[in-house]
């Protein structure tokens, strides 16, 4: 039973460029979530995906946008990068419907931006 | 923004103590979450106690919920040197449109010394 699946592992980028991260959720699951974690903190919702709509998005500006495919995959988006990106990119996958139920966590992608 | 804080920071132990850690959260809860995280990986589920329970127990940890004080503990008893990790308490709640963004504090950092 495949878990969630995050590519790539590490990425370095430089200021003003565009980057995409990947994520496959766990078997049977059909929703995704993304979150942020810088280092020392604890990881901060960007934004959740259902049917490949956005459903609910945290404190995060427009430069942050998703994309949830039918096969329940997603990408995260991020554009303009700023110094403050770098961060431990971090995707969770679920089932709606079914609450009181944990998140299941790919090992995430660590963004540089230099 | 982030809901819970967790206490200590940083906790140091030796191996067969055991360590307990606490976590305060801000609003209303449909359920409280403890994960843990090896070394910036990602986040592993230990275990979810529902809003209307007080106490529950999952092996070596022991996890209790006072929602008339907004707080929560985690217990590990009888610690390993793998028990080393940050500790993550997660909360969700029915507001917003959708129950299952994880809401995170700030992690208890653990080191069991052989």
């Known amino acids: 039973d495949a878990g969630v699946t995050q590519s790539p592992t590490h990425l370095i980028k430089t200021r003003g460029q565009q980057v995409t991260l990947r994520c496959s959720p766990k078997?049977?699951?059909?929703?995704v979530s993304w979150y942020q974690q810088a280092l020392g903190q604890g990881p901060q919702f960007i934004f959740q995906?259902?049917?490949?709509?956005?459903?609910q998005r945290g404190n995060f500006p427009d430069r942050f946008s998703g994309h949830q495919f039918p096969n329940y995959s997603s990408e995260l988006n991020v554009n303009a990068l700023l110094l403050g990106d770098s961060a431990l990119y971090l995707c969770?996958?679920?089932?709606?419907?079914?609450?009181?139920?944990?998140?299941?966590f790919g090992d995430g992608t660590r963004l540089s931006i230099l | 923004s982030q809901q819970g804080e967790e206490d200590p920071q940083a906790l140091s132990i030796q191996e067969g103590e055991n360590a307990t850690m606490n976590c305060s959260y801000k609003?209303?809860?449909?359920?409280l979450q403890w994960y843990r995280q090896n070394s910036g990986r990602g986040l592993v589920h230990l275990i979810l106690?529902?809003?209307?329970?007080r106490e529950k127990h999952s092996g070596r940890l022991r996890v209790t919920l006072d929602t008339s004080k907004k707080s929560s503990s985690l217990l590990i008893t009888a610690s390993r040197a793998a028990d080393t990790a940050s500790y993550f308490c997660?909360?969700?709640?029915?507001?917003?449109?959708?129950?299952?963004?994880?809401?995170f504090g700030k992690g208890t950092l653990l080191t069991v010394n052989p």
């Open positions: 997660a909360t969700q709640s029915n507001s917003g449109g959708s129950n299952y963004k994880l809401t």
């Open positions: 969770a996958s679920s089932l709606l419907g079914y609450s009181n139920q944990p998140q299941h």
């Open positions: 106690i529902r809003s209307n329970e």
């Open positions: 609003t209303s809860i449909n359920n």
């Open positions: 078997s049977g699951h059909d929703t």
């Open positions: 995906y259902y049917e490949e709509e956005e459903r």
